[in-house]
Each structure stands twice: as C-alpha cells, then as structure tokens.
Nanobody, 123 residues
Framework: QLQLVESGGGLVQPGGSLRLSCAAS??????IGWFRHAPGKEREAMLC????????YSADSVQGRFTISRDNAKNTVYLQMNSLAPQDTAVYYC??????????????????WGNGTLVTVSS
C-alpha cells in the first residue's frame, strides 16, 4: 500500500508561485501524476512523470507555467507552479500509476491517491 502525502498548498496572489510536494515511502517505484479538481469541474490531469524522470504529459492549460520533477532519493515528486491565476484554484492531488516504468497519465489508471492539498489563487 502506497500512502501519498501532498504538501505545499495555500493561498497565493495572482502571478505568484507555489511548489507542491508528493511524498511516500516506495514512491521511486511508480510513475506519478498531479491532478486537480476545481469547484464545478471534473478532475483533470495536469502533469505526469515516468519513473525515469521524463515528463509523460503536460496539460495545455499549464504548459510553460507548471513543471513536474522527482527526487527519487527523497521519494518525492514536485509540482512547481508559476504565474498562478485564479482559474488554477483547486484541490491538487498526486497519484501513482499501476506498477511500471511509464504512465499514460489517465485518471482511471491511477492506483493510489493522496488526500489532496488546496491551492487558492486570489488577491
């Protein structure tokens, strides 16, 4: 059982930055994704990263603003978010794909989910 723990959420002004972390013992063995769920919308994939550290997927809405990275020595995956806008307000979740090296970054394939961390972008 993989227990994913997100951290780093909070309130930030438009144009600001946040870095979210997703940590778990054994995370090094999984491809990982960041998803978000905004009020009134369906949960959507933001970015995913293969086990080898290559980015698997980046949503159009965050390209050029958000990046994903991993530190396997620390069993942690990061989501760096820059140029935040009010429409980025959501609960952000990290998730681990089924065992393997690669991910298609599909919600339905994710085997483990964290409890989420709230990001609020507001002045």
């Amino acid at each position: 059982q993989l227990q994913l723990v997100e951290s780093g959420g909070g309130l930030v002004q438009p144009g600001g930055s946040l870095r979210l972390s997703c940590a778990a013992s054994g995370l090094v063995n999984y491809a990982i994704g960041w998803f978000r769920h905004a009020p009134g919308k369906e949960r959507e994939a933001m970015l995913c990263i293969h086990r080898n550290g290559n980015t698997a997927y980046s949503a159009d809405s965050v390209q050029g603003r958000f990046t994903i990275s991993r530190d396997n020595a620390k069993n942690t995956v990061y989501l760096q978010m820059n140029s935040l806008a009010p429409q980025d307000t959501a609960v952000y979740y990290c998730a681990a794909d089924q065992p393997g090296w690669y991910t298609r970054c599909r919600d339905r394939d994710m085997e483990y989910w964290g409890n989420g961390t709230l990001v609020t972008v507001s002045s």
